[in-house]
């Protein structure tokens, strides 16, 4: 196995990252080796998403080029992980021919195992999903990204069952991974120089161990470099704990901004997705965000065109968005997954040239406000962590704000990695310019925020 290359591609989610990252450390533990072109390497693996079904249109694509790579390439194997893999192992392995290998995300500790079964001209597979794994006990390694900012994945699955959704089936039940492992892999960071994390689940609210709940977890994140910012991702509006907030709101280095999906604005909707809340509650939450955290900056995730969506319940998902003003949104129009309740249960009856519609009416509108809101920074001063130079020029770097609003200044004497002071003079709907005033830290800067 030693020296065989290998070329992780992923699709998909943070989380997918992350777990792309957990393969990477199984692999050079063997002793293989990374190579950065699919076209060195003797094994390929493709982490892959089934949101939505154009996610898996993009990795049955990128299949059939590695199909063609294979016919040139004798004893090149290739391995599908994740997400599609219990879905579609079948059609993947028997109709088809373009793999070798598939595997599902709590299976990877099994690669090494299975890479030895393709070597004895078998087919290889382990889906299946498990109650336990978190894969505590391995440190990811993070071969691409900035040095500055990484993710660390702190519970697996999701038991919440929304109609529409088929992580339930592609990545099991719900499970947390024990607090110390991910405080020491904090710790880790914080000495290689990482200066802002994402905790990430799919349902964050839900992390629960013997000695802990998603507040103690943050609580005491945040305790182990002061310098270090902290985000996460994703909550759910059903349950999140009001204490975490004054939390946010008197820690300087967790971050006062929080993605919250809503959905939809629109009460039947919300029942028919399986959302336990009510647009009026959504709207309350919020409204005790904004209370507890001055200056927070919200972003959301929308589907367009749920099962029977009529044009007033879409309305009402465009004044849910007018209301709350979000500074940022990820919108979808609903794609149907087998398995899920919606697919059972429910016609995916909104028609495709409606569904496209409303899905430019969102977007169209969130471009806007988008661009209204961040206008109503100019002016303002923020603490930029510089990540790197900015994809138009060397002479600018780029970096986020606290509030997570991609910030450009020019370069001068700034290194990536530094907390730097900056003055927002312009704007689009995606991105602030500014002028870098001064290098700072989190204490200095929020010297007079209370620490609790
Ligand atoms: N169709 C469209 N969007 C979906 N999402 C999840 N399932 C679907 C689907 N079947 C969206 C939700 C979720 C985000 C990660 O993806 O908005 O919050
Ligand atoms: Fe895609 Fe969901 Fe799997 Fe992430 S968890 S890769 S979004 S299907």
Known sequence: MSNKRFYIETYGCQMNFADSEIVNSILLDEGMQPVEEAEEADVIFINTCSIRENAETKVWNRLKEFRSLKKTKNDLTVGVLGCMAERIRDKIIEQEQLVDMVVGPDAYRDIPQLLTRVDD?????????????????????????????????????????????????????????????????????????????????????????????????????????????LRFSSPHPKDFPEDLLYLIGNRPNLCNYIHIPAQSGNDNVLERMRRPYTREQYLELIDKMRRAIPGLSLSTDIISGFCGETE?????????????????????????????????????????????????????RQMEIQEERNRMEIGRQHLVLAEGPSKRSEHQLCGRTDTNKMVVFD????????????????????????????????REYYSDTVQA
């Open 121 to 229: 001209g078998r087919k290889a597979v382990n889906v299946l999903l498990s109650l336990e794994e978190t894969y505590a006990d391995i440190t990811p390694v993070r071969t691409s990204g900035n040095g500055v900012s990484a993710f660390i994945s702190i519970m697996r699955g999701c038991d919440n069952m929304c109609s529409f959704c088929v992580v339930p089936f592609t990545r099991g039940r719900e499970r947390s991974r024990p607090m110390d492992s991910i405080l020491n892999e904090l710790r880790q960071l914080s000495e290689e120089g990482y200066r802002e994390v994402t905790l990430l689940g799919q349902n964050v609210n839900s992390y629960k161990t013997d000695d802990a709940d998603f507040t103690t977890l943050m609580d005491q994140a945040s305790r182990v470099d002061p310098e270090m910012r």
């Open 312 to 364: 007033q319940e879409h309305a009402d998902t465009m004044s849910l968005m007018e209301q709350v003003r979000f500074d940022l949104a990820y919108m979808f129009s609903y794609s149907e997954r087998e398995r899920t309740l919606a697919h059972r249960k429910f016609e995916d009856d909104v028609p495709e040239d409606v569904k496209k519609r409303r899905l430019t009416e969102i977007i169209g």
């Open 411 to 442: 370069r001068e004497n700034y290194q990536k990695g530094d907390y730097v002071a900056v003055q927002i003079h312009d704007c689009t709907s995606a991105t602030l310019m500014g002028n870098a005033l001064y290098k700072s830290s989190v």
